[in-house]
């Protein structure tokens, strides 16, 4: 399982500015301030999430989960997302429209672009270390592709988030200036709305991938490839004539293959075709955990 420490960072700096946030929401009464308050509230519960998600699919194989418990990881991420939306996104949305139907007036918003100044330069730091993470997961593969392709949920939901908390500090900026400057409140309430419509996005988005992991994957076309080329490369198979695979974890995965073998083998020369092709595989492609190989005619 590869590094996990920008999910700490991330942490310490939503829980530092979640504080910060509400403190400035208290005393200008502004909503924008309000919604980033509760998005950093959300991103810090979604931290703490993805480690005890991280944590349980570390566990070891056992009678009850013969396979491990790779898939707590893809079932945290799916309540994480689920979570931006309905208490991220919803609230937002919903504080923006009550503002708006009820505006009223702020007093001086020295704190809130005081705060807002250093959330921006503080939200940096973890989504540097968010971006370092994804940029070595991804290796060459563009960005997109690697969001909606990727076997490990944690580090795109880290990095969007972030990239989210960004967008939502400049619109709760532009919100907050409007809304002094030209002396009409309804602008906070506008950017609040908007804060909440870009958490709804990318909850949406998150949701269509950890779901998709939580029920069931198949691995990477070249990953599957190399193995299929080990398996066929040995003298005693004929072919693969099918093959089935599912991604239980990052690093966990599973290969079964229906394998029509050379006429006149034994029992016991078959069983160490087998084992043979199996450690070959499993030398070169370490994350495929489980081969198995069906001898069919």
């Known amino acids: 399982m590869k590094s996990r420490t920008f999910l700490w960072v991330s942490l310490t700096s939503d829980i530092l500015l979640a504080s910060a946030k509400f403190v400035a929401a208290a005393i200008s009464g502004s909503s924008a301030m309000l919604s980033e308050g509760i998005h950093s509230v959300i991103d810090a519960s979604s931290q703490i999430l993805l480690i005890w998600g991280v944590h349980m699919s570390k566990k070891k ?15 945290w991420s799916f309540i994480v997302s689920l979570i931006i939306f309905l208490v991220g996104g919803c609230i937002s949305i919903y504080q923006g429209f009550l503002r708006m139907r009820r505006p009223a007036a702020e007093g001086s918003g020295f704190w809130n672009y005081l705060i807002l100044a250093t959330a921006f330069v503080l939200t940096l730091i973890p989504m540097m270390s968010a971006s ?15 969001v909606i392709g990727t076997k490990d949920p944690t580090t795109p939901i880290v990095l969007l988030s972030d990239y989210g908390d960004l967008a939502g500090i400049v619109i709760a900026f532009l ?22 419509l870009i958490l709804t996005s990318i909850s949406a988005l998150l949701i269509r991938e950890s779901k998709s992991l939580l029920v069931g994957e198949i691995p990477a076309k070249s990953k599957l490839a190399e193995a299929l080329q080990i398996a066929g490369a040995d003298p005693e198979v004929i072919k693969i004539k099918k093959h089935f695979s599912t991604v239980m974890a990052p690093d966990y995965l599973i290969l079964v293959m229906e394998t029509v073998f050379n006429d006149g083998l034994t029992t016991s020369q078959l069983i160490k075709v087998i084992e043979q092709i199996t450690e070959n595989i499993q030398k070169e492609c370490p994350t495929i955990r489980q081969i198995f190989m069906e001898p069919v005619r």
């Open 132 to 146: 370092r993470a994804f940029k070595k997961q991804r290796g060459e593969i563009r960005f997109w592709r690697a």
């Open 61 to 75: 194989p056992d009678e009850k989960r013969p396979f491990g418990y790779g898939k707590e990881l893809y079932f």
């Open 175 to 196: 919100g907050v200036y409007l809304g002094h400057t030209l002396k009409n409140p309804v602008y906070d309430g506008i950017s609040s709305i908007v804060i909440g």
